[in-house]
């Protein structure tokens, strides 16, 4: 297959390792993050850590939007879909999150609440035109790439008329999650977690283009390497880093030019401006309430926003006091950190939302890398 095949090729993986080796600094460590859970599971299933020289740590990130959604949230939309005439419609990774008391949707569901997985946006309104008796509310998550969609779906309600159809909102935004994690404490005054440099997200940067990312290298003198998420793009990445710390430069430069350009797509970009504007503030699950880094309804499509058409109640959850999911997804720990890793929790009984999702650290390390983990740790 075009565009994957090439870059899979385990001979130009070694190659790519050798320069690696060759251009680092043995006299100093790189700490990179991969902002992205598609790269984080690349890097499990490909073993890109086993390539790289030991002075080269990867370090995973936030992105990855079941994980970083509070359980505040995933509460609330349990309450909306036990509401009397509601289907709650949602992708299929948000059904098995535990949330307070251990409650999720697919618990919500078997008690006999209408929750249904949709693949699309679109497949919630579908769901709204074949049910006019019923209120359905399409509970939406996900980063820079999954608005367009839910804009369109939007967008369509208003033309169509939909009475019946809403948005439960919980769009977040790439750049000012990177902004809280370069302001944390572990990585500004205390120290604690070193970030030279990041491997930027490749969906998410299609659309918003590769521009958003210049403020980090000037502001905060990280360089960005956008990276599409094969393994040879990774690979790629890292060098393109490497040598970018060894040059002491801080610039974005771009990997996938196979799909981003530095406008990104301006297109879906209009569309989501059109239909959502800044929330003053929203909850990250790990990075706690952060300035302007999700997206609301704007007013003019304020009758399809399910915060008011329903009441939706500021909820704090309840966190599972064992997970670490917070401290994964800021970087201050690993998923074989948490005490109940691999044991108690698993893919199959999964007591974080890291374990669940398929972009989660959780996961890649239990599904890919945790046996050779724990040889290494032993
Ligand atoms: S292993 Fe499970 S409980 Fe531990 S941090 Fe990951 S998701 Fe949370």
Not at 78 to 96: F, K, M, W
Not at 209 to 215: D, K, L, N, T, V
Not at 278 to 288: K, N, T
């Amino acid at each position: 297959m075009k565009y994957v095949e090439e870059f899979r090729d385990g001979k130009l993986a070694k190659i790519l390792a050798a320069k690696i080796a060759a251009e680092t600094q043995p006299d100093r460590r790189y700490h990179i993050m991969e902002f992205c859970g598609g790269h984080t599971h690349a890097i499990f299933r490909y073993g890109v850590q086993d390539l790289l020289p030991k002075n080269v740590r990867l370090i995973h990130g936030p992105g990855c939007p079941v994980c970083v959604l509070p359980i505040g949230r995933i509460d609330n939309a349990i309450e909306l879909a036990r509401q009397e005439g509601v289907i709650l419609c949602t992708y299929g990774d948000l059904l098995r999150v535990p949330v307070s008391n251990g409650v999720s949707l697919l618990r919500a569901k078997a008690d006999g609440a209408d929750v249904r997985m949709v693949y699309s946006s679109l497949d919630a309104l579908k769901i709204a035109q074949d049910n006019p008796d019923r209120q359905v509310v399409f509970f939406a998550i996900g980063f820079e790439t999954t608005t367009p969609p839910t804009a369109v779906a939007l967008k369509q309600a208003k033309a169509l008329k939909l009475a019946n159809f809403s948005v439960f909102c919980n769009h977040v935004l790439t750049p000012a999650a990177i902004t809280n994690i370069l302001e944390s404490p572990e990585v500004r005054k205390i120290g604690t977690v070193a970030l030279d440099g990041f491997i930027g997200p490749a969906h998410v940067s299609a659309v918003i283009g590769r521009r958003p990312f210049e403020f980090f290298t000037e502001e905060y003198q990280r360089p960005v390497v956008i990276a599409g998420f094969e393994p040879l793009d990774v690979m790629q990445a890292v060098l393109m880093l490497v040598r970018q710390l060894n040059d002491g430069r801080a610039e974005v430069e771009n990997e996938y030019t196979r799909v981003v350009t530095r406008e990104g797509n301006v297109k879906a970009q209009e569309l989501v401006s059109q239909v959502f504007e800044l929330r003053p503030s929203f909850e990250w699950r790990g990075l706690g309430v952060v300035p302007y880094s999700a997206l609301r309804i704007k007013a003019e499509f304020g009758d399809f926003d399910a915060e008011n058409r329903f009441t939706v109640a500021a909820g704090s959850g309840k966190e599972n006091k064992a997970c670490e999911c917070g401290a994964i997804l800021r970087g201050v720990k690993r998923p074989t950190d948490c005490k109940i890793f691999g044991t108690v929790c698993t893919p199959e009984t999964p007591m974080g939302s890291c374990m669940v999702s398929s972009e989660g650290a959780c996961a890649a390390y239990y599904t890919f890398g945790r046996f050779r983990e724990e040889k290494a740790g032993a």
